[in-house]
């Protein structure tokens, strides 16, 4: 979990609460984390009825949200109030609505949790704002995920469920999925509840409920291509040609830009064993197997040279110079000049 948003959460758990929470920055899942403990475990349900507020940015003033947060509460020690999607509130962005904001931030009502949840973007540093934002509130600003902490957070949120994923079902999610925390928590909560408590999350379960082809996957394509069997990818492509529509090539070439950039990256490692990319690269030494492999079948030239026709192929597939060929035809094409 994110250090920023595991602090928030073990003093609210722990009901120390403070006055104001910002909680900004691009990667959505801990902002609505936060965001949705507060909301349901800071009142009793008895409270919040005249306790707590929840409002959007688009449908409020500045003014308007701070009426709500200097009101005292009725019948209990605080009250609560939420501003959802905080970076649209209407007068943010004006230096009267940004002055206002600061001098409540300045002096603001003990009795009152006011949450503001700035999404995708963080107050702009270079006003008195944001500059003075993280010194007067309970901040935390949150990035999205490198490739290699998404095998730490499938881990972590399986086992907050108490699930264990082997390694090869984390990668198969890390890499279906990507960095999109919000939807990969889903996915893996998805996986879960078509699982019976106890057992061990394995890459054929996750791809049963996932919506991934056993068989015919980006995956089976990527080793086939590792080991240059044109059978196996024949195969594949074969599969995928027939059904752009439930399998579309712009992600899959997108895929496979980003590990063979990664190979181009392993191949300056100077140790080529799996620990040693591993180190190198910042991964689990379970997925190093695939990069060194690949070190193996293709040389420095032909790894530069499969990066630049999946460039080629992403431009036309975007429709640049594609002339009329399909998606299909160009993934095949991709293909066999890739194992030349």
Known sequence: MDSGAKKILDKLKSRKYDPVYVLQGEETYYIDLISNYIESGVLTDAEKSFNQVIVYGKDVTVNAILTHARRFPMMAERQVVIVKEAQDILDLQKEGGAKMLLDYLQRPVPSTLLVLCHKHKTFDKRKELGKKIEQLTEAATFKKPKDNELGTFIQEHAASKQFKM???AIQVLAEFVGNDLNRLANEIDKVLINTQAGQTITADLVMAHVGISKEYNIFELQKALIRKDQLQANK????????????????????LYSFFSKVLIASSSPDKSDNGIATFLKINRYFAGDYSVTLRNYSGKQIMNTISLLKQTDLKLKGVDSGDASEGQLLRELVLRMMM
């Not at 492509?237 to 579309?248: H, R, S």
Request: net charge neutral.
């Open 236 to 255: 594949i492509v074969n599969y995928f040609e027939a059904n752009t529509k439930k399998n579309p090539v712009i992600p899959m070439v997108a895929f």
């Open 166 to 168: 082997d390694d090869r």
